[in-house]
Structure formats: structure tokens, C-alpha cells
């Protein structure tokens, strides 16, 4: 069974920082591939980030690279995604996924959802 619990979102102002973590209580990230999305209010759900199982390879959508990392602790069977230099356009509610698919983009590939946590940017 895999559940995932995500935090660390909240209110903060462009050019700051967030980390979000992704904590799985069944069975090991390390067993799955990982990955981000968000959603914005009236927009569909986009891909962020993603950590392949394996090679611990990463990958972004083109408009957080350079400012968000992706890592996961298999210690600690969590997944985090540090956001620096936020802006406005990266508010939204962020969701962890884990799925079977390497470099997967799109949640169809994804099979197990968090519930997500609230990402406010205000300018």
C-alpha cells in the first residue's frame, strides 16, 4: 500500500523559497518513480518535477528549471522539492505521485496520489 502525505506549502512572497516533502508511509520511494505536479484553479494538472527509481535521474518542465530541485531521502522514504526564486505563476496546490513509468510527465503514467498542499506566491 502507498500513501503519501505532502506538506510544507504555504503563503510566501516572489523571490522566496519553499521546500515541499512528500512522505510515503507503505512501501519505498526508492520502489517507485516520483514526481511533482500542480494545479492552478481552472487549469489542468501539469507536470513540475520528476526522480526516476533507478538512476536517480531528474527532470523538469522548462519553467521551474534552475530554480526547483527535485531529491528523495530513501532513508526517510521522502521525496522533496525545494522551490527557490518563486514567482506569482508557481502558485498553485502541488501534488507527489509515484508511479512505474521512467520519465513520465503525465499523470495517467503516475498511480498513486497525495493529496496536495497550497502553494501561494504574491507579488
Known amino acids: 500500500q502507498v500513501q503519501l502525505v505532502e506538506s510544507g506549502g504555504g503563503l510566501v512572497q516572489a523571490g522566496d523559497s519553499l521546500r515541499l516533502s512528500c512522505a510515503n508511509s507503505?512501501?519505498?520511494?526508492?520502489?517507485?518513480?516520483m514526481g511533482w505536479f500542480r494545479q492552478a484553479p481552472g487549469n489542468d494538472r501539469e507536470f513540475v518535477a520528476g526522480?526516476?527509481?533507478?538512476?536517480?535521474?531528474?527532470y523538469y518542465t522548462d519553467s521551474v528549471k534552475g530554480r526547483f530541485t527535485i531529491s528523495r531521502d530513501n532513508a526517510k522514504n521522502t521525496v522533496y522539492l525545494q522551490m527557490d526564486s518563486l514567482k506569482p505563476e508557481d502558485t498553485a496546490v502541488y501534488y507527489c505521485?509515484?508511479?512505474?513509468?521512467?520519465?513520465?510527465?503525465?499523470?495517467?503514467?503516475?498511480?498513486?496520489w497525495g493529496q496536495g498542499t497550497q502553494v501561494t506566491v504574491s507579488s
Open positions: 505521485a509515484a508511479g512505474s513509468t521512467v520519465n513520465a510527465r503525465s499523470p495517467p503514467f503516475y498511480d498513486y
Open positions: 507503505g512501501r519505498t520511494v526508492s520502489t517507485y518513480n
Open positions: 526522480i526516476n527509481r533507478y538512476s536517480l535521474s531528474t
